[in-house]
């Protein structure tokens, strides 16, 4: 039987060491039950094992920072005695195998996270990776992920205000669908996932359990392959509307200081939040598994332990509060069930009526082995790096420009965003595609909100340490181009299997891109989520993702009316770049899509000036000098000038060689993709203040042109390409509504 059992701990993710130090850990034979608990909290999902000691150098203090890392999601002061709780996690996994519900639950669980602190969810923003998009298996995930979000987002009443989409050939059988979200709350409220003092109850409310979901943890734990279908009893079905009653309830629970505890079952279910709560405590408990509610019948203690079933809270209650609790769940028609007690002790206990399945430390499950490795770059990656394949020569400006405009991860995804209801609330202040990032107001006060989610997959398989770093400027250079000040960052760090040192070098460097740059820009990371294993098999190929070190960023507007744009208002605004356009062409999208060139070294961030550009542009904002500006990313100066002429129809005129560094290309002065710039358009009657303002700041900038017309000219030396807007629009907005059709 012995032999067995340890035969049987690889079903449930444990290596034969790791089933050995459980044995060393219990100090006897475990049971079925203790080896499927523990390879489930083993998990990369929820331990952490391959990406803990990496994730513990990262910056995560400040004095904004409420609640870092730790607990449900990350919570940053914004004043007037509010903080935001803010988180983002993957459902990567599951979408893959099961598009609509896999993104919708996704959806769910980080709703969860957010509203066990405390906070009601405001706003949701998804950042989404998939491979070529006219590719069969692309035309059908990409509709299928859209209808989950808006399905599941738009039934909470929680609006999806914003994302990032980009396509590359590695994303193909390995989709990623990373989900952020943010809610408000006053600052008392702050709510821990903890069982709190010995005596108090464990309470289970929400859906009944089923078997749906079984062994997602280690699912998404586990490389995925071409038989992958076979796992969809690993993807939870959801259900929103279930989600809004649980949400209500809680968030009343809450405010009337009714709970000890709170926690989302989350990954791995029972299983995590039970034994979380009690780690964060330094308390034992005793769980009776014949008191949760199942919706379907014969469910082992296993299956009942490990399935992810949706719309599920763990509340810890003092008995005192039994009643009062149990009347505000009655009125939200919730099913509830006292499934526990905490205990003196550290054991994790779990019964099954009068019958002892599992007796656990509970420091042990809770402390997944870590694994550190010497990471070794890819020979290949660094070649491509390192030897930088020429580009040819630039033939006509305009089919460059209007070919990058479609090109899918430039091209508008109007044909997503109007899918969501990005309204709800009323709270959105700035639209999908309207601006840079996100903007919400916080009724009451004066104050707003941004939100952004970014990172560029052809820079971090390139240089995963720049591309890193890369991804941290833009994302903050997303919210300063609203007027909003930064504040903290939520990472979904997405890779293939740690466990090869190529792999394993890739998360070395982008972490430490990450902190650098974290540091530098003020943006402590609160919180976020590893997802490991994201790679297939193609016969005897193995095909990882690129290093998707993917960004969420938050940040702060005093006065939300003093916001900007990236639409020119009108004629006679004078255009001025911050920043210095250098002829920096590898790994960007004009490489990619007009020539299938990846190589070379992406663009190098200077993150003092990054810094500097950013502070002047919010300064300038928020003293109503200026309502109109646009970071320079993807496709370069062309294309950040050809988006600001579509919003509301008005042209412009520029001098793309305006700030260009001597020596710098046609195509670097249109196409590069030189970091920490941005355009902002000053209205004539303060043109003199802001030129004096940025002398004064030592950041560099230039004089463009003027908006005007109906058409995008463009020159540099004595050339010049017009075209019109309408025909720039046609272009950017006609790729992605036929494969949503």
Same mark, same amino acid.
């Given at each position: 039987m012995t032999n067995d059992l340890a035969s049987r701990a690889s079903e449930f993710g444990l290596t034969p060491n790791e089933y050995a130090l459980l044995v060393e850990g219990v100090g006897r034979t475990p049971t079925l039950l203790e080896i499927a608990v523990t390879g489930a909290l083993w998990s990369e999902h929820c331990g952490y094992k391959n990406s803990r000691p990496l994730l513990r150098t990262l910056p995560s203090e400040g004095p904004q920072v409420l609640q870092g890392p730790g607990e449900n999601a990350g919570v940053v002061d914004i004043g007037h005695g509010l903080g935001l709780a803010f988180k983002m996690e993957s459902?990567?996994?599951?979408?893959?195998?099961?598009?609509?519900?896999?993104?919708?639950?996704?959806?769910?669980?980080?709703?969860?996270?957010?509203?066990?602190?405390?906070?009601?969810?405001?706003?949701?923003?998804?950042?989404?990776?998939?491979?070529?998009?006219?590719?069969?298996?692309?035309?059908?995930?990409?509709?299928?992920?859209?209808?989950?979000?808006?399905?599941?987002?738009?039934?909470?009443?929680?609006?999806?205000?914003?994302?990032?989409?980009?396509?590359?050939?590695?994303?193909?059988?390995?989709?990623?669908?990373?989900?952020?979200?943010?809610?408000?709350?006053?600052?008392?409220?702050?709510?821990?996932?903890?069982?709190?003092?010995?005596?108090?109850?464990?309470?289970?409310?929400?859906?009944?359990?089923?078997?749906?979901?079984?062994?997602?943890?280690?699912?998404?734990?586990?490389?995925? +392959?071409?038989?992958?279908?076979?796992?969809?009893?690993?993807?939870?079905?959801?259900?929103?509307?279930?989600?809004?009653?649980?949400?209500?309830?809680?968030?009343?629970?809450?405010?009337?200081?009714?709970?000890?505890?709170?926690?989302?079952?989350?990954?791995?279910?029972?299983? +995590? +939040?039970?034994?979380?709560?009690?780690?964060?405590?330094?308390?034992?408990?005793?769980?009776?598994?014949?008191?949760?509610?199942?919706?379907?019948?014969?469910?082992?203690?296993?299956?009942?332990?490990?399935?992810? +079933?949706?719309?599920?809270?763990?509340?810890?209650?003092?008995?005192?509060?039994?009643?009062?609790?149990?009347?505000?769940?009655?009125?939200?028609?919730?099913?509830?069930?006292?499934?526990?007690?905490?205990?003196?002790?550290?054991?994790?206990?779990?019964?099954?009526?009068?019958?002892?399945?599992?007796?656990?430390?509970?420091?042990?499950?809770?402390?997944?082995?870590?694994?550190?490795?010497?990471?070794?770059?890819?020979?290949?990656?660094?070649?491509?790096?390192?030897?930088?394949?020429?580009?040819?020569?630039?033939?006509?400006?305009?089919?460059?420009?209007?070919?990058?405009?479609?090109a899918p991860g430039i091209a508008s995804t109007r044909a997503i965003w109007e899918r969501y209801d990005h309204d709800v609330r009323t709270d959105t202040v700035v639209a999908p595609g309207a601006a840079d990032a996100a903007v919400l107001r916080i009724k009451g006060t004066p104050l707003g909100v941004a939100a952004t989610v970014d990172q560029n997959p052809r820079y971090c398989r390139l240089d995963p340490f720049e591309g890193a770093r890369l991804a941290v400027a833009e994302a903050a250079r997303n919210l300063s181009c609203v007027g909003a000040t930064p504040l903290g960052v939520t990472d979904n760090l997405n890779f293939g299997n740690p466990e090869r040192l190529e792999v394993y070098y890739e998360m070395q460097q982008a972490v430490a891109g990450l902190r650098e740059a974290c540091l530098a820009l003020d943006t402590p990371i609160t919180g976020g989520n590893v997802s490991l294993y994201n790679e297939w098999r193609d016969g005897d190929a193995t095909i990882a993702i690129p290093p998707t070190p993917t960004v969420g960023m938050v940040g702060k507007l005093e006065d939300v009316r003093r916001h900007a744009t990236l639409g020119l208002k009108g004629a006679g605004d004078q255009l001025l770049l911050l920043g210095w356009t250098r002829d920096e062409l590898s790994g960007s999208a004009y490489a990619a899509h007009l020539h299938g060139n990846e190589t070379g070294t992406p663009p190098r961030c200077d993150l003092d000036l990054e810094a500097r550009v950013q502070r002047a542009t919010r300064e300038l904002i928020?003293?109503?000098?200026?309502?109109?500006?646009?970071?320079?990313?993807?496709?370069?100066?062309?294309?950040?000038?050809?988006?600001?002429?579509?919003?509301?129809?008005?042209?412009?005129?520029?001098?793309?060689?305006?700030?260009?560094?001597?020596?710098?290309?046609?195509?670097?002065?249109?196409?590069?993709?030189?970091?920490?710039?941005?355009?902002?358009?000053?209205?004539?009657?303060?043109?003199?203040?802001?030129?004096?303002?940025?002398?004064?700041?030592?950041?560099?900038?230039?004089?463009?042109?003027?908006?005007?017309?109906?058409?995008?000219?463009?020159?540099?030396?004595?050339?010049?390409?017009?075209?019109?807007?309408?025909?720039?629009?046609?272009?950017?907005?006609?790729?992605?509504?036929?494969?949503?059709?």
């Amino acid at each position: 039987m012995t032999n067995d059992l340890a035969s049987r701990a690889s079903e449930f993710g444990l290596t034969p060491n790791e089933y050995a130090l459980l044995v060393e850990g219990v100090g006897r034979t475990p049971t079925l039950l203790e080896i499927a608990v523990t390879g489930a909290l083993w998990s990369e999902h929820c331990g952490y094992k391959n990406s803990r000691p990496l994730l513990r150098t990262l910056p995560s203090e400040g004095p904004q920072v409420l609640q870092g890392p730790g607990e449900n999601a990350g919570v940053v002061d914004i004043g007037h005695g509010l903080g935001l709780a803010f988180k983002m996690e993957s459902h990567n996994h599951p979408s893959a195998v099961e598009p609509v519900q896999g993104a919708a639950t996704g959806v769910g669980g980080i709703l969860r996270d957010i509203f066990a602190m405390g906070a009601r969810p405001i706003a949701v923003l998804d950042a989404l990776r998939f491979g070529p998009l006219h590719h069969p298996r692309t035309r059908f995930l990409l509709p299928g992920v859209v209808d989950g979000i808006a399905g599941y987002g738009n039934a909470v009443g929680v609006p999806t205000v914003g994302g990032d989409l980009q396509f590359h050939d590695a994303y193909l059988e390995n989709p990623l669908v990373n989900v952020m979200a943010l809610g408000v709350m006053p600052v008392e409220r702050l709510q821990s996932g903890t069982v709190g003092d010995v005596g108090n109850e464990l309470l289970y409310v929400g859906s009944p359990t089923g078997r749906d979901g079984l062994g997602g943890a280690v699912f998404a734990s586990a490389d995925l +392959s071409t038989a992958s279908s076979e796992d969809r009893p690993a993807v939870q079905v959801g259900d929103p509307f279930l989600e809004k009653l649980v949400l209500e309830a809680t968030l009343e629970l809450i405010e009337r200081d009714l709970v000890d505890g709170v926690q989302d079952m989350g990954a791995a279910g029972l299983t +995590s +939040s039970v034994a979380e709560m009690a780690y964060r405590a330094g308390r034992g408990v005793h769980l009776d598994v014949a008191r949760v509610p199942r919706r379907e019948s014969g469910m082992t203690p296993i299956e009942i332990m490990l399935s992810e +079933s949706q719309e599920r809270m763990m509340f810890s209650v003092h008995p005192s509060q039994r009643d009062a609790v149990l009347e505000v769940l009655a009125r939200y028609e919730l099913e509830a069930a006292w499934v526990g007690q905490v205990i003196e002790g550290d054991r994790f206990q779990i019964y099954e009526g009068e019958t002892l399945h599992a007796d656990l430390p509970v420091a042990l499950v809770n402390e997944a082995p870590t694994y550190t490795r010497e990471g070794i770059e890819s020979p290949a990656i660094r070649t491509a790096r390192e030897t930088a394949q020429p580009l040819p020569p630039l033939g006509d400006p305009v089919t460059a420009l209007t070919t990058l405009l479609a090109a899918p991860g430039i091209a508008s995804t109007r044909a997503i965003w109007e899918r969501y209801d990005h309204d709800v609330r009323t709270d959105t202040v700035v639209a999908p595609g309207a601006a840079d990032a996100a903007v919400l107001r916080i009724k009451g006060t004066p104050l707003g909100v941004a939100a952004t989610v970014d990172q560029n997959p052809r820079y971090c398989r390139l240089d995963p340490f720049e591309g890193a770093r890369l991804a941290v400027a833009e994302a903050a250079r997303n919210l300063s181009c609203v007027g909003a000040t930064p504040l903290g960052v939520t990472d979904n760090l997405n890779f293939g299997n740690p466990e090869r040192l190529e792999v394993y070098y890739e998360m070395q460097q982008a972490v430490a891109g990450l902190r650098e740059a974290c540091l530098a820009l003020d943006t402590p990371i609160t919180g976020g989520n590893v997802s490991l294993y994201n790679e297939w098999r193609d016969g005897d190929a193995t095909i990882a993702i690129p290093p998707t070190p993917t960004v969420g960023m938050v940040g702060k507007l005093e006065d939300v009316r003093r916001h900007a744009t990236l639409g020119l208002k009108g004629a006679g605004d004078q255009l001025l770049l911050l920043g210095w356009t250098r002829d920096e062409l590898s790994g960007s999208a004009y490489a990619a899509h007009l020539h299938g060139n990846e190589t070379g070294t992406p663009p190098r961030c200077d993150l003092d000036l990054e810094a500097r550009v950013q502070r002047a542009t919010r300064e300038l904002i928020a003293d109503g000098l200026v309502e109109t500006a646009h970071d320079c990313s993807d496709g370069g100066l062309a294309i950040t000038l050809a988006e600001m002429t579509l919003p509301h129809g008005v042209g412009l005129a520029a001098n793309v060689a305006a700030g260009a560094e001597e020596g710098c290309s046609l195509e670097g002065m249109l196409f590069g993709e030189s970091a920490g710039r941005i355009v902002i358009a000053v209205p004539a009657r303060h043109e003199a203040t802001v030129a004096a303002r940025l002398d004064a700041s030592d950041v560099p900038w230039h004089v463009l042109g003027r908006s005007g017309g109906s058409d995008l000219v463009l020159r540099w030396n004595d050339a010049r390409i017009r075209i019109p807007v309408e025909t720039l629009r046609t272009a950017h907005e006609g790729t992605l509504p036929e494969v949503l059709a």
